[in-house]
């Protein structure tokens, strides 16, 4: 069973940054670099998409709303999925999710909290 540990929340005041990480672990006849990866986060009510990644060094995508201020990145090396947020907004807080998928299979983290507050 693949397992997701989310790390890297806290409380920031608006404008300014903080990085998630995401490292995943109990990985039996697949590894890390199969499985896109995606960030979520939930502010009220369901989970929203937030970026996803393929490969190191692909494109990725990214919602709208955080669109040239969230970078999300990857490290196959370390099983780790990265976004870093700059230019947090108080729209930002909320719970943040990763997310492994790969064909059928999907595993999520516990979520780690983000506040962006003065």
């Known amino acids: 069973q693949v397992q997701l540990v989310e790390s890297g929340g806290g409380l920031v005041q608006p404008g300014g940054s903080l990085r998630l990480s995401c490292t995943a672990s109990?990985?039996?006849?697949?590894?890390?670099?199969?499985?896109v990866m995606w960030w979520y986060r939930q502010r009220s009510g369901e989970r929203e998409y937030v970026a996803v990644?393929?490969?190191?060094?692909?494109?990725?995508g990214y919602d709208d709303s955080v669109k040239g201020r969230f970078t999300i990145s990857r490290d196959n090396d370390k099983n780790t999925v990265y976004l870093q947020m700059n230019s947090l907004k108080s729209e930002d807080t909320g719970v943040y999710y990763c997310?492994?998928?790969?064909?059928?299979?999907?595993?999520w983290g516990q979520g780690t909290q983000v506040t962006v507050s003065a």
């Open positions: 997310k492994a998928r790969d064909g059928g299979r999907e595993y």
């Open positions: 109990g990985f039996t006849g697949d590894i890390f670099s199969d499985y």
């Open positions: 990644i393929f490969r190191p060094n692909s494109p990725a």
